[in-house]
């Protein structure tokens, strides 16, 4: 009983938590997606949003955040396998994470200098005789920025499946005569999948709501569900309808959290059955 109750104490900060600053913000978006701009109640705005303006606005977002995705993921698994392989892996992995401490505001603007008319890369450009390029405000830059940042959110969770693999498993596979694309296939990927389901909850789920970027390196060009949140609270000052937009993120991130969610099928890893 002494144990139970010491328990039940130690909860008390972690709910208040939860109750303060995830469930009862929740309540409030959902309370004000239900008043239109006037302050009336009304389902108006739940109607708006499956207007053509905004599903094109949500289809927008899911297909910048597929690519995204894609294409950090891409880089992200090789890096992380190549890691595993060298001497001193982890000071390497502490490398790709230190541009993550950095501020995104200062990161942005570093790019914003980089792919500028008069940046380095227009100044490369020029010395094989190529005219100045406008770099920046063009899906290019977007997707390049966006996936610089992201990559060791991505990178993380992969190496530590990677990692935690046991080499033994591989070896076995090349013994009896598999390839090294049916290696990869059917004993790398799976025995990795769970740490690249993380990663794309990582990077997936906030590529959605990105708003900074999208303002200051697509210059407005791209429109994410972020995008339309801030324009609808800062610039229309329609809490409703930025609300409604809000709730409805916070349905796609469930959704891609339970789509993407780990199942342990008890994977042999490290000689252990986990």
């Keep these: 009983m002494q144990s139970s109750s010491k328990r039940t104490y130690y909860l008390i900060p972690y709910l208040a938590w939860m109750l303060l600053f995830v469930i009862a913000p929740i309540i409030l978006v959902v ?22 303006v905004y599903l094109k606005l ?21 890096t992380a396998y190549w890691l595993t392989k060298t001497k001193h892996k982890h000071l390497w992995l502490l490398l790709i994470i230190i541009p993550s401490w950095i501020n995104l505001l200062l990161k942005t603007y570093a790019f914003i200098g980089i792919f500028g008319v008069f940046g380095p890369i227009n100044a490369f450009l020029g010395m094989f005789g190529i005219d100045q390029q406008q770099i920046l405000y063009t899906d290019f830059s977007f997707i390049f920025v966006s996936v610089y ?41 799976p ?9 794309i909850q990582a990077v997936f789920i906030p590529s959605l709501s990105l708003f900074m ?7 407005n060009k791209v429109i994410t569900l ?22 409805f993120l916070i349905l796609f991130m469930v959704i891609i959290m339970m789509l993407t969610g780990q199942k342990d099928k008890g994977v042999l890893l490290n000689g252990q059955n986990k």
């Design 226 to 247: 972020g995008t339309a949140i801030e324009q609808q609270f800062l610039v229309t000052q329609n809490w409703g309808m930025g609300s409604t937009i809000a709730v």
């Design 31 to 52: 309370y004000f997606s239900l008043f239109d701009l006037h302050g009336n109640f009304s389902f108006v705005n739940y109607q708006n949003f499956f207007t053509s």
């Design 58 to 78: 949500t289809l927008s977002s899911f297909w910048y955040a597929l690519l995204i995705t894609g294409f950090t993921l891409l880089i992200a698994y090789p």
């Design 149 to 189: 940042i992201f990559i060791p959110f991505m990178i993380l969770p992969i190496f530590n499946s990677l990692d935690k693999m046991n080499p033994t498993l591989i070896d076995a596979s090349r013994d009896l005569g598999a390839s090294t694309w049916t290696t990869f296939t059917k004993v790398i990927f």
């Design 191 to 199: 025995l990795t999948i769970n740490g690249v389901k993380s990663g």
């Design 213 to 219: 970027i999208t303002r200051l390196i697509a210059g």
